[in-house]
Structure formats: structure tokens, C-alpha cells
T-cell receptor, first 113, second 110 residues
Framework: DAGVIQSPRHEVTEMGQEVTLRCKPI?????LFWYRQTMMRGLELLIY????????DSGMPEDRFSAKMPNASFSTLKIQPSEPRDSAVYFC???????????FGPGTRLTVL | DAKTTQPPSMDCAEGRAANLPCNHS???????VYWYRQIHSQGPQYIIH???NNETNEMASLIITEDRKSSTLILPHATLRDTAVYYC???????????FGQGTRLTINP
């Protein structure tokens, strides 16, 4: 299996622009997670899905952030409008329910100028 | 989830055993201890987990004290590729949320 796939790997945008990050979980995994990592706040869980349904979005920082999972093999995290403080590495992870190992993708490094 | 405490950084010589401590004094009876690591510029990687018995796999060993208030992750023969940030996390098995602390930055020196 190719593992969790994220795109793009790097994104540089200007303040106010819309940013869309993409994730393809491992086939057969029914949970998908979005994390954000910064030097100041470390690794934070933003939202997670089970069977394409959002279960816990308490970590989503504000209304500018939204996440969707239209099907079992694809999820997006959108920031609109983006701000410089959104600059971070965003990780996607997936897990098969009933198992113990979350598999993380390589991350998307977002820079908002 | 119970809180964990780890030293911010540690050094170890290549080829020696690296012993990473973790305190989790408020752990509940149904909470497991999980270890993940994050090599620079990569996503976190699962290492091992356990409830109360010592565990060993191809990557590491996990020693949990009898009172379960602390544990130690052991990398038996550390290599340069083991340089990473190591996270100790406690959670109920089956609960999906991982709450990451600051971890221990382990540096393996040649």
C-alpha cells in the first residue's frame, strides 16, 4: 500500500487566498484525522471522521477552517480566507477501527505570506 | 486523557541503549501507554503500546512500572536514524483521539 497520501507537499500562498489541502487515506481505513503542527503549539488534532462522517471538530480553530470527506478515499481541509498565522505543517492520518496504529501522511507545509 | 510528562531532550551514543522515560501518574485503569516518534520533516510513526505488561516488538521495548505511573521506552541499539522526537501518550484502547505533548527530542550521537 502507498500509505496515506497528501497533496500538495508544499503550498505558498498570500493572505486572503483560499487554500485546499488534500488527503487520501489508506484503503480500508475507516477513520481519518487532520492535525496541525507548529513550533508554538506542537501537534494538534483539528478534526476526525469515521465512515466519512465528522465525529469531533472541536480542534478546528475557527470558521475559516472547514473539512469534508465526500467518500472513503478522499478528504479535504480548506482554509478561506488564509492568514499568516495558519502557516504550519498539516498532517492527515488514518486508522482501521479496532486497531491501534494511526498511520500519518508526509504532511503539507503551508506558508501564508 | 491523562497527562504525560517527558524530558524535553536526551542524548545517546550510537550503538548504546536509549532509555526514554515517561511519567503518567494520573493514568486510569483502562488507559494504555502508546509511543510514537517523529523523525524530522516526517509524520509521526507508531512504535509500541502496552497496558501493564512489558511489551517488545521489532522496534523497541516498553517497560511499565507495576503501579503504572511511569514507563520507559527502550531502543536497544540506537542508530543515527533513531534521532527523532518521541511522544508518550496515554489513551483508552479504541478511543481514536491522540493527544500529543511536547515529547522528548532524542539525539543519537556517532
Amino acid at each position: 500500500d502507498a500509505g496515506v497520501i497528501q497533496s500538495p507537499r508544499h503550498e505558498v500562498t498570500e493572505m486572503g487566498q483560499e487554500v485546499t489541502l488534500r488527503c487520501k487515506p489508506i484503503s480500508g481505513h475507516d477513520y481519518l484525522f487532520w492535525y496541525r503542527q507548529t513550533m508554538m503549539r506542537g501537534l494538534e488534532l483539528l478534526i476526525y471522521f469515521n465512515n466519512n462522517v465528522p465525529i469531533d471538530d472541536s480542534g478546528m480553530p475557527e470558521d475559516r477552517f472547514s473539512a469534508k470527506m465526500p467518500n472513503a478515499s478522499f478528504s479535504t481541509l480548506k482554509i478561506q480566507p488564509s492568514e499568516p498565522r495558519d502557516s504550519a505543517v498539516y498532517f492527515c492520518a488514518s486508522i482501521r477501527g479496532g486497531t491501534d496504529t494511526q498511520y500519518f501522511g508526509p504532511g503539507t507545509r503551508l506558508t501564508v505570506l | 486523557d491523562a497527562k504525560t510528562t517527558q524530558p524535553p531532550s536526551m542524548d545517546c551514543a550510537e550503538g548504546r541503549a536509549a532509555n526514554l522515560p515517561c511519567n503518567h501518574s494520573t493514568i486510569s485503569g483502562n488507559e494504555y501507554v502508546y509511543w510514537y516518534r517523529q523523525i524530522h520533516s516526517q509524520g509521526p510513526q507508531y512504535i509500541i503500546h502496552g497496558l501493564k505488561n512489558n511489551e517488545t516488538n521489532e522496534m523497541a521495548s516498553l517497560i511499565i512500572t507495576e503501579d503504572r505511573k511511569s514507563s520507559t521506552l527502550i531502543l536497544p541499539h540506537a542508530t543515527l536514524r533513531d534521532t527523532a522526537v518521541y511522544y508518550c501518550i496515554v489513551k483508552i484502547q479504541g478511543a481514536q483521539k491522540l493527544v500529543f505533548g511536547q515529547g522528548t527530542r532524542l539525539t543519537i550521537n556517532p
